[in-house]
């Protein structure tokens, strides 16, 4: 017998269109699983966005609710924005200042003491390159890691697949396509290292 080809999962059950997702295979984003599942996150976005830094009492358990794992003493300032949520984890002392979006259709991992600016886009989410997938609405995404002690300036754009050494810095505004090294420092569209 073979090997499962690329993208190819053999499981004992019928794959679901949430376990395509998650895995980075063509899914159907329509499935009734994966719509309760982005409405849950948007009630649970909604009541966490309503609150305040004062109300710390009330943030915890709905962070609890939407992010799939986080560490101690993780700050999230709203408005925060998730596709999903569950499929983001956090390290602990992670930062996220205002206004900042994850789509988290497969796996996005932030390691200890990373600062993200505000506006940041974290996009796990991507779309095929031929048409025909497009035309019947299949989507797909590529994970994104992030090391420990990144820094990561406001309005960055961080692409499907993409890895981020630790102790890495993204300047403000920049487009990363690719993986940045260990300690390396990138900015522009797209993101180059500087020297």
Same mark, same amino acid.
């Given at each position: ?8 999962? #053999?499981?004992s059950h019928p794959i679901t269109e949430m376990e ?8 159907? !984003? ?48 709203a408005p925060f924005y998730v596709d999903y949520g ?41 779309? !095929? ?23 990561i300036g406001g309005g960055a754009l961080i692409l ?31 993101? #180059?290292?500087?020297?």
């Amino acid at each position: 017998m073979g090997q499962p080809g690329a993208g190819e999962i #053999r499981m004992s059950h019928p794959i679901t269109e949430m376990e395509k997702m998650v895995s980075g295979a063509l899914y159907r !984003p329509g499935d009734p699983e994966l719509v309760e599942a982005r409405a849950r996150a948007q009630e649970l976005m909604a009541a966490y966005n309503a609150t305040t830094v004062s109300d710390i009492a009330k943030r915890a358990p709905i962070l609890d609710d939407l992010i799939g794992s986080r560490g101690k003493d993780c700050s999230i300032r709203a408005p925060f924005y998730v596709d999903y949520g569950s499929n983001i984890h956090l390290g602990d002392d992670v930062f996220f200042n205002y206004g900042c979006t994850v789509l988290d259709i497969c796996p996005v991992t932030i390691g200890d003491r990373t600062q993200i600016g505000p506006m940041t886009q974290l996009l796990a989410a991507d779309h !095929p390159r031929d048409e025909e997938s497009r035309a019947q609405f299949l989507e797909l995404g590529k994970p994104i890691t992030i090391g420990a002690d990144v820094w990561i300036g406001g309005g960055a754009l961080i692409l499907p697949g993409v890895t981020i050494g630790n102790g890495a810095i993204v300047g403000a505004g920049a487009v990363v396509t690719r993986d940045v090294a260990e300690g390396q420092t990138v900015a522009g569209n797209p993101a #180059r290292p500087l020297r």
